[in-house]
């Protein structure tokens, strides 16, 4: 029996390591057999079962050029794998940079020729398919894959013509290569996987995929493992990392699906670069890597849910889902799996996930100037308010962090302004805020909820607020007295439910304050900057508040960004002293939300959201289940009522979930949708679909339980 027959549970293993890396970036890369088997290699094999020899560490011989080494060491190499193929071993060879593929994958398939083609997965950022003339470096490690499929460099095709055939040949990992490479494996029919199509459609599907095209018609098939092919996050120890790339999970267990299939013939791992693996992080994974893609087996590390549970304080109880990325509206698990973003983390990421202006805007100016303290102007904080406040209509604007140090903001400024405006006595002013709200979770902004837990074991509160039912303006106005210095309202209130007041509300409530010399204060945080299909929510009514609270959608999803706005007597009660932030107003705070400003208007989203919106409510409204009660929203923010006696809520967005629909509730009885603005109309009907679908399946599963 050949190698290439055999199952993983009686597979024997030749450890063949190449300590050479005179191809490569970093020929430091020569250390990697060594370091990987002080780090454990094949004892981990051992202990998963394997019979593992240890072959011999393959080196250059030091006479001639560089490129004369490292052919005869491949043509040395070519020669060792066949043996340990013929010999009934699965060659493991350990680089060295990636030019020792050309004698690993020529050996394997010199000695599986008799059988039939060898199919190769060519795992790796890079295509290494480089030839001499196209080159931008004329570094042998870039030019491999070339060779093997019999173009390209005659000091890796000494071995006799390329031994590979192009359609049992697939790359997987794509994300950095030069325009001639791509062209060279499209005219010879490679299958390339890019990142672009793995994040897509998970990893899963792709290595099915490339397993298929190295299988079929073929003898065996081998798995070459170039570790750039990961993210540097994971794997920074690589010679050349390209950001953006594979999740370790997720290939693991790719790997070790792989392995169970009998016709493996051989597996590679090259360009480990010990000297900068400071914590051996890399030379762990690489390990395991190896472990996986030989044993068929992967057991993954506690999770990173598992150890936030073990260290973390449990002030949040989320999905079992470790996201690692985010594009426009999707989002990646650690497994690979795809969802799309229907939270939007409430209304911050209204921009989309890495918005491409947004991380342009982020990274030049982190590379200027990121933090200074307002103990010095800086060149971006003043063209940000600027912008702000001309879009909003404000007279003055005074930023922060988070939308609960921009509500503590307006707080001391109403009551500033009534005690230095109104004239309201010292230590009398009253803020009048509404039952249901939310604002923040300091202890001065509990004092206004009405959620007992929220309140519940962190009084006492300070004084000075009172709250009258959300909807109703003639409470407010019963509740005003000459003392009262603000009302403060949410135009929608968000964290409740997605609970819309009356039509005609806003604009009252307005009137009223007006009528008494009352501050009336919007918090748009969650519902400001487009998500209800206009700039400001309080524009559905006609009203400008007196002051203005806004956030998350502020740091387009990137930075926490928040403001306080207000007509210029409120604003004027500040003196220097009264109120500031470390982080507040920081330059690289203000470049990225001037960015987001820009990119709001230029790219039309709350238009968007006026146009989709409707879309999401009839979609929503057109599911016909016991379980939802009402539907409610107004722009790109919709809630679902449920009917909680039929079906906990937190079962429903697990469903959500798996069918690919990331969201969460709201006091465990509110399904709320808010996607980034930047959706599609594709993209939203797709979301709907699998909504629908998961309504159905639970409807189904009710019924039965009924």
């Not at 570094?139 to 006799?160: V, Y």
């Not at 307006?410 to 109104?422: C, D, I, P, T």
């Not at 307005?510 to 524009?539: K, M, P, W, Y």
């Not at 009839?618 to 409610?632: F, H, N």
Request: net charge neutral; with cysteine.
């Amino acid at each position: 029996m050949t190698a290439a027959l055999q199952p993983p549970e009686t597979r024997k293993v030749a450890l063949i390591g190449v300590a050479c890396g005179l191809g490569g970036a970093d020929a430091r890369c020569a250390d990697a057999p060594a370091a990987l088997l002080a780090a454990g290699l094949a004892e981990r094999l051992r202990a998963r079962g394997l019979d593992c020899e240890k072959g011999p560490v393959l080196a250059p011989d030091g006479s001639g050029s560089a490129r004369r080494q490292v052919s005869r060491l491949c043509a040395h190499l070519a020669a060792e794998v066949g043996a340990a193929l013929r010999a009934g071993r699965t060659p493991c060879v350990i680089g060295g940079d990636h030019a020792c593929a050309a004698g690993t994958w020529s050996g394997a398939a010199h000695a599986l020729a008799a059988r039939g083609p060898l199919g190769l997965i060519w795992i790796d950022a890079h295509l290494d398919s480089h030839t001499p003339r196209t080159s931008p470096s004329g570094r042998l490690h870039g030019m491999p894959l070339a060779a093997l499929l019999g173009e390209g460099d005659d000091a890796l095709r000494e071995l006799g013509p390329g031994p590979l055939a192009a359609r049992h040949v697939c790359v997987v990992g794509v994300r950095s290569f030069e325009r001639e490479e791509c062209r060279l494996l499209e005219r010879l029919g490679v299958r390339m996987f890019f990142m672009e199509e793995i994040w897509q459609r998970g990893l899963d599907a792709v290595m099915a995929d490339a397993l298929a095209i190295a299988t079929e018609g073929t003898a065996g098939f081998g798995i070459t493992l170039d570790l750039d092919a990961l993210d540097p996050v994971e794997a920074p120890a690589v010679a050349t990392p390209a950001p953006g790339g594979l999740r370790a999970r997720p290939l693991a267990a790719a790997l070790a699906a792989a392995a169970r299939d009998p016709r493996l013939a051989a597996f590679e791992l090259v360009e480990f670069c010990p000297p900068r693996d400071r914590a051996g992080r890399t030379a762990r994974l690489a390990v395991e890597l190896t472990s996986a893609a030989l044993a068929g087996a992967y057991d993954p590390p506690a999770s990173a849910a598992a150890a936030e549970a073990a260290c973390g304080a449990r002030n949040y109880d989320p999905l079992p889902i470790v996201l690692v990325r985010g594009q426009g509206v999707w989002l990646w698990d650690e497994e690979g799996r795809r969802y799309l973003d229907m939270m939007a983390s409430y209304s911050a990421v209204s921009h989309g996930h890495a918005h491409p202006r947004l991380l342009a805007a982020l990274e030049a100016q982190a590379r200027a100037l990121a933090v200074s303290s307002r103990a010095f102007h800086n060149d971006r904080l003043p063209q940000f308010l600027a912008r702000l406040c001309e879009l909003t209509g404000m007279d003055r604007a005074l930023p922060a962090n988070t939308g609960l140090e921009a509500v503590e903001a307006a707080l001391k400024a109403a009551r500033k302004w009534a005690y230095e405006v109104k004239g309201v006595p010292e230590g009398a002013a009253e803020i009048i805020a509404c039952e249901g709200n939310f604002h923040g979770r300091s202890i001065a902004i509990l004092g206004m909820s009405t959620e007992p837990q929220y309140r519940r074991g962190f009084g006492p509160f300070p004084p000075g607020f009172r709250t009258v039912p959300y909807g109703d303006a003639a409470a407010l106005e019963r509740a005003i007295t000459p003392h009262t210095a603000a009302f403060l309202v949410e135009p929608i209130q968000g964290e409740r439910g997605i609970v819309l007041p009356p039509d005609g509300y806003l604009a009252e409530c307005a009137r009223i304050c007006r009528s008494h010399n009352v501050l009336f204060i919007a918090d748009e945080v969650q519902t400001g900057l487009g998500r209800t299909g206009r700039l400001l929510a309080c524009e559905h009514e006609g009203v400008k508040p007196d002051g203005l609270v806004l956030g998350k959608a502020l740091g387009g999803g990137l930075l926490p960004v928040s403001a306080f706005l207000a007509r210029e007597d409120v604003m004027r009660v500040f003196r220097p002293g009264d109120h500031g932030s470390t982080f507040g107003g920081n330059a690289l705070a203000s470049a990225v939300a001037l960015e987001a400003l820009e990119v709001l208007v230029e790219e039309r989203l709350a238009e968007r959201a006026a146009a989709l919106g409707p879309v999401l409510l009839a979609g929503l409204r057109a599911i016909r289940s016991p379980l939802v009660r009402e539907v409610r929203g107004r722009g790109l923010l919709a809630g679902v009522q449920l009917d909680t006696r039929l079906v906990p809520a937190r079962r429903v967005v697990e469903r959500l979930a798996a069918h690919g629909v990331l969201t969460f509730d709201a006091h465990g009885s509110v399904i709320r949708f808010s996607p980034p603005l930047v959706i599609t109309h594709e993209e939203l009907t797709w979301a709907l679909e699998r909504i629908r679908a998961s309504f159905e399946e639970l409807d189904r599963e009710a019924r039965r339980a009924a």
